[in-house]
């Protein structure tokens, strides 16, 4: 038991929390999450539990603003596939850098014949990146900034128990929203770098994709936020 005798500020909080946090090694860090892809050379999946990843198309890797990723060229044809799990809790952690202000879709959570989707982050605009859910038929979104050729990093929880979605922009929680169910259940495959119905393609880059199977706290987040920044 750790007591003060006056209010700690926020940042005394934080400091607080992350000193148990190493003490006891309570939190989760990349290590923990189930399928991880760095994006920096090729589609490794480093994750705990890793799916097979497949490639379709030329998807380019290198060092774009001093930060190794993936690239794709607005092509239906180009993308990145892997199996989707379905946990019941779970958040998904990426850094998009849109290549210019048309309306794209970067990942998506679909059918294995890519035609239905659950889950869909799309650029919207030159300011805005939008994360539809289907929860359960109809689609509950959450909205974040953007910036054209910026890298800006996202995370999104999903919790198929109590139907609340959650968006984390730059380490921080921006907007979340409530549907009455969930359609993900029916759902099996992860696509990179395009929409999953086959409507939009993503013209811009990907980084450190991970997905974790747990709802991650504002402090995991931000660490994830910290970790890969770099």
């Not at 990942?107 to 994360?131: C, F, G, M, Y």
Request: with cysteine; net charge neutral; hydrophobic share 40%.
């Amino acid at each position: 038991i750790i007591a003060f005798q006056r209010n700690l500020t926020n940042p005394e909080k934080l400091e607080v929390y992350n000193y148990l946090n190493a003490k006891w090694m309570t939190r989760v860090t990349l290590k923990n999450a189930i399928d991880y892809l760095p994006l920096a050379t090729n589609a490794t999946n480093l994750g705990t539990n890793p799916q097979t990843v497949t490639t379709f198309g030329t998807v380019s890797y290198g060092v774009v603003d001093g930060k190794a990723c993936a690239g794709f060229p607005n092509s239906f044809g180009t993308y990145l596939r892997f199996p989707y799990t379905n946990p019941e809790k779970f958040t998904l952690c990426f850094w998009l850098r849109p290549g210019d202000a048309t309306y794209y879709t970067a990942i998506s959570i679909t059918n294995s014949a890519i035609s239905s989707p659950a889950l869909q982050v799309d650029t919207i605009s030159s300011t805005q990146v939008r994360v539809f859910a289907a929860l359960p038929n109809n689609w509950n979104f959450v909205t974040g900034s953007s910036a054209v050729t910026t890298w800006t990093h996202y995370a999104v929880t999903i919790n198929q128990i109590t139907f609340v979605e959650e968006l984390y922009v730059n380490g921080s929680r921006v907007d979340s929203t409530t549907g009455t169910g969930s359609a993900l259940g029916t759902r099996d495959t992860f696509v990179l770098g395009k929409d999953g119905s086959g409507a939009r393609a993503y013209f811009g880059q990907i980084r450190q994709f991970a997905v974790f199977n747990t709802i991650l706290t504002p402090y995991e987040v931000r660490d994830i936020y910290l970790a890969t920044i770099d």
